[in-house]
């Protein structure tokens, strides 16, 4: 199983970032798709999540309204478009995949590696 995550960067407070996480390796329409992201010094924490098959979307509070998770089932792609970033949004953002909803990383079993997201105030 392989999650490779992109679209990573540099941007100025209240810009737009679209990250993608490309999965292969098995047929992920049966577990949820899940976005974390991680600053220094901090902990893993959650960020969004979708139901590969249902299309049910979950959020943070810190994030919703700004960011959106979407999937694309041909590609085998999900994506986090990302807007109105704000400084404290810079983190390490990194995909993963899970048998069930949850917002927490130790309930997901496959993970990519992470993309950094940088946002300048």
């Known amino acids: 199983v392989q999650l490779q995550a992109s679209g990573g960067g540099l941007v100025q407070a209240g810009g737009s970032l679209r990250l993608s996480c490309a999965a292969s390796g098995r047929t992920f329409s049966s577990y949820v798709m899940g976005w974390f992201r991680q600053a220094p010094g901090k902990e893993r924490e959650f960020v969004a999540a979708i139901n590969w098959s249902e299309g049910s979307t979950y959020y943070a509070d810190s994030v919703k309204g700004r960011f959106t998770i979407s999937r694309d089932n041909a590609k085998n792609t999900v994506y986090l478009q990302m807007n109105s970033l704000k400084p404290e949004d810079t983190a390490v953002f990194c995909c993963?995949?899970?048998?069930?909803?949850?917002?927490?990383?130790?309930?997901?079993?496959?993970w990519g590696q992470g993309t950094q997201v940088t946002v300048s105030s």
């Open positions: 993963a995949a899970g048998l069930h909803y949850s917002r927490s990383p130790y309930e997901y079993n496959d």
